[in-house]
């Protein structure tokens, strides 16, 4: 199976980022999220670690500050 990428990205009235659109259309949850970054089935991301000790999607450090989620188109 090929990865995917994140291609858009939904967030609440605070600015997070609560779902994301995958480069095939699906639409996932956060906690889904995490779930195919761990497993692997999502491309250009990595699970790091918030100040609060809960797990975050972080994009790859590319030096490109226009590819980053919070520069995601929303939907």
Not at 18 to 40: I, N
Not at 45 to 63: K, L, Q, S, Y
């Amino acid at each position: 199976m090929d990865q995917e990428t994140f291609v858009a990205v939904r967030k609440n009235e605070d600015g997070d980022i609560t779902h994301f659109k995958t480069s095939s259309g699906r639409e996932l949850d956060y906690e889904q999220a995490l779930e195919e970054v761990q497993g692997g089935t999502i491309a250009g991301v990595n699970i790091g670690e918030a100040r609060n000790g809960r797990p975050v999607i972080r994009g790859n450090a590319d030096g490109d500050p226009t590819n980053n989620l919070d520069s995601l188109q929303s939907f």
